[in-house]
């Protein structure tokens, strides 16, 4: 069974950059088809995708986040990671990496979620 641990600072300043790594176990992340994923949840909000990364390296962001989000991987580690800038308290959230094993029908495996505030 696969497992997704998220990993990095639980605070972080504004305007500084959020950088977080999902660890992937039992799958490879270059496995054919899939997608890798960052989704967050705010306090009190609905879950909001940001952003993912194909087995063969594309990337994908969402529109609204697009000009702050750059996500990337390391093959040789099994890891992906999320580079988040120019943060604000709105960035405070409870952040998910998650596998979409085929890229189109939906995501099956998701990480524990590691809590991010930002505050000075």
């Known amino acids: 069974q696969v497992q997704l641990q998220e990993s990095g600072p639980g605070l972080v300043k504004p305007s500084q950059t959020l950088s977080l790594t999902c660890t992937v176990s039992n799958d490879s992340i270059t496995s054919k088809y899939t997608v890798w994923n960052w989704i967050r949840q705010p306090p009190g909000k609905g879950l909001e995708w940001m952003g993912g990364?194909?087995?063969?390296?594309?990337?994908y962001y969402s529109p609204s986040l697009q000009s702050r989000t750059s996500i990337s991987r390391d093959a040789s580690k099994n890891q992906f990671a999320l580079q988040l800038s120019s943060v604000t308290p709105e960035d405070t959230a409870m952040y998910y990496c998650?596998?979409?094993?085929?890229?189109?029908?939906?995501?099956?495996?998701w990480g524990q979620g590691t809590q991010v505030t930002v505050s000075s």
């Open positions: 990364i194909s087995y063969s390296g594309s990337t």
């Open positions: 998650t596998r979409d094993p085929t890229g189109v029908n939906g995501m099956d495996s």
